[in-house]
């Protein structure tokens, strides 16, 4: 008796992926040829090579300076941003961040505005802020700073008067708040495991994930007209349901998928249907993205990214295949981070085009 839902469900998948779904499917084969857009990439280095395995395997970069203290700093970040710009224009964007150094004084909000149209003037399409906001940073009276701070506003007002969109990262994977035992990746318990001064586990007196998220929906909420895009999939990486409901809750967000493939494989193991379907409602507000970081040689190890080899477009291509393999067809994969094989979800081209495609170029207002 059983059985029955089963089957039934098993036939329902079998039609939408198979010959009965109306809109066909990209094979491996096309990946190399089809437009893409990598919407979160951080070039820490002016490496040619790059833009190299960028031109081959058909991608353009948005490439984002992060206020990170194991990354070079802000000015080199900029310098390295103009000379990959000025090597192909066309296939490599940045975006511009600016430091909490002064905040709630009365000067910093003209400074970094001033410093931000410098930015603009010289390419940037959007600004990133890092999770140090909510999680390090503090104001002159030493108290944490959360980006609902109405100290903001003056920045943020600018930005959308600009029409420039803001990408942010905050918090942590919800894995960060838990025992490593709970914790649904390999790549979160090891990391976590070996950098114990970022496991928020272990630091109950720090703002707890539904603080942060809290914070980060009031700021959305507070800005509608800013244009929002939540790196690592707003950090909601963990539930499509709960992403879902932020897109429902915030129309002018989307989000990124940079470094959280694992976490969308964990679900589609358990419910490929669901994630599918997901992504279907959702495709205008989906944004590829990688966080692939090429750093200078000798990185800080700490750095929370794909590993750093030596042949740094190896890794990109490689990263860049496996996710077009996961998203575009219904072809299986080994998974390292989450000990698995995960079927693709073998989203509809159309889907795929707004994806890697159409939804950054209308976001960052790239159109030419
Ligand atoms: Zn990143």
């Known amino acids: 008796m059983r059985l029955l839902p089963n089957i039934a469900l098993l036939t329902v998948s079998a039609l939408l992926i198979g010959a009965a779904d109306p809109a066909p499917l990209y094979s491996e084969a096309d990946f190399a040829h089809v437009a893409k857009f990598d919407a979160h990439v951080h070039a820490n280095v002016s490496d040619p090579r790059f833009l190299d395995v960028a031109r081959r395997d058909g991608f353009e970069l948005l490439s984002i300076n992060v206020d990170y203290p194991d990354f070079p700093a802000l000015r080199d970040q900029a310098t390295v941003a103009h000379e990959m ?3 192909d224009p066309r296939r490599f964007r940045f975006a511009t961040t600016f430091s909490m150094q002064g905040f709630g004084t009365p000067e910093w909000t003209a400074r970094t505005n001033r410093a931000l149209d410098d930015a603009f003037a010289r390419g940037a399409v959007a600004v990133k802020v890092w999770k140090n906001i909510g999680m390090v940073a ?3 009276e030493g108290k944490r700073v959360f980006l609902d701070d109405p100290r903001f506003d003056g920045v943020m007002a600018h930005l959308e008067q600009r029409g420039i969109p803001l990408i942010a990262h905050q918090a942590e994977p919800k894995n960060c ?3 490593l035992d709970q914790m649904t990746t390999e790549n979160d318990r090891s990391y976590f495991r070996e950098h114990p001064e970022y496991y928020m586990y272990l630091h109950p007196e720090e703002p ?6 809290a914070a980060r929906d009031r700021f959305v909420a507070r800005h509608p007209k800013l244009a929002f895009d939540g790196a690592h999939m707003a950090s909601l990486e963990w539930s499509v349901d709960e992403l879902a409901r932020f897109f429902d809750r915030h129309p002018n967000a989307v989000v990124d998928l940079a470094a959280r493939m694992s976490n969308l494989q964990v679900q589609s193991n358990a419910d490929r249907a669901k994630v599918r379907a997901f992504f279907i409602k959702y495709q205008d507000r989906i944004l590829y993205g990688t966080d692939l970081t090429d750093s200078p040689p000798d990185p800080a190890a700490r750095a929370q990214n794909p590993p750093a080899t030596n042949d740094f477009p190896k ?3 490689q990263v860049w295949r496996a996710d077009w393999r996961y998203l575009a067809t219904p072809l ?4 390292d981070a989450i000990n698995a094989d995960a079927p693709g979800l073998a989203l509809p081209r159309p889907v795929i085009d707004k994806i890697y495609w159409k939804n950054a170029q209308r976001f960052f207002k790239l159109g030419k």
């Open 85 to 87: 710009r000025a090597k």
């Open 138 to 140: 503090t104001d002159a």
């Open 177 to 179: 708040w838990l025992p």
């Open 208 to 213: 707890s994930y539904e603080a942060l998220m």
């Open 315 to 317: 890794e990109a291509d």
């Open 332 to 335: 299986s994969q080994r998974v």
